[in-house]
T-cell receptor, first 115, second 115 residues
Framework: DAGVTQSPTHLIKTRGQQVTLRCSPK?????VSWYQQALGQGPQFIFQ???????QRGNFPDRFSGHQFPNYSSELNVNALLLGDSALYLC??????????????FGSGTQLSVL | AQKVTQAQTEISVVEKEDVTLDCVYE???????LFWYKQPPSGELVFLIR??????QNEISGRYSWNFQKSTSSFNFTITASQVVDSAVYFC????????????FGKGTRLHILP
């Protein structure tokens, strides 16, 4: 049973570029959340997708957008990259958006470096 | 506003010693949930425990134990007889009942278990 898978594992971009990160949820899960973890910090909630719609959003600018596909996989897009966007981006899946956060399953993340 | 504070940035102990990781939280809600997660070098967050605000019973799971004290807004985590495999970053986190699908993480404590 595959867990949450994310791709790519590492990515290097330059300022102003755009990036797309991908996530496949754990089998049977239909809800995907994205988190940004800056170096030395805890993960910060970006947004959550369920039924192909953004359901909740954290305190992130519109440069951060996402998408969920009918197979429940998800993409995180970041436009006009800034140096401060360098971070580990974690994807987490759960059975249902109303399920409590206790059993979020996390992927290993995509390490994004913006030069 | 919700907030989680982990005052210990980094701790080093020798194997087999006991170690306690501190967590202090702030919330205006009377119903909330507290969590601990482990983040090994591979990057994924591993769920360890969830506690709801009405359950102040301490919990023990093998070498792990948790001390929840509402009076001091603390939810401390103790590892007994530490092992090298316990080396990781540990995050304390909080979710409020109104937003039980969104977790607020502390900045984490990096734990080094020295052989």
């Amino acid at each position: 049973d595959a867990g949450v898978t994310q791709s790519p594992t590492h990515l290097i971009k330059t300022r102003g570029q755009q990036v797309t990160l991908r996530c496949s949820p754990k089998s049977g899960h239909d809800t995907v959340s994205w988190y940004q973890q800056a170096l030395g910090q805890g993960p910060q909630f970006i947004f959550q997708y369920y039924e192909e719609e953004e359901r909740q959003r954290g305190n992130f600018p519109d440069r951060f957008s996402g998408h969920q596909f009918p197979n429940y996989s998800s993409e995180l897009n970041v436009n006009a990259l800034l140096l401060g966007d360098s971070a580990l981006y974690l994807c987490a899946s759960s059975l249902h958006p109303r399920d409590r956060a206790e059993k979020l399953f996390f992927g290993s993340g995509t390490q994004l470096s913006v030069l | 506003a919700q907030k989680v504070t982990q005052a210990q940035t980094e701790i080093s102990v020798v194997e087999k010693e006991d170690v306690t990781l501190d967590c202090v939280y702030e919330t205006r809600d009377t119903t909330y949930y507290l969590f601990w997660y482990k983040q090994p070098p591979s990057g994924e967050l591993v769920f360890l425990i969830r506690r709801n605000s009405f359950d102040e019973q301490n919990e023990i799971s093998g070498r792990y134990s948790w001390n929840f004290q509402k009076s001091t807004s603390s939810f401390n985590f103790t590892i007994t007889a530490s092992q090298v495999v316990d080396s990781a970053v540990y995050f304390c986190a909080l979710s409020e009942a109104r937003r039980d699908d969104k977790i607020i993480f502390g900045k984490g404590t990096r734990l080094h278990i020295l052989p």
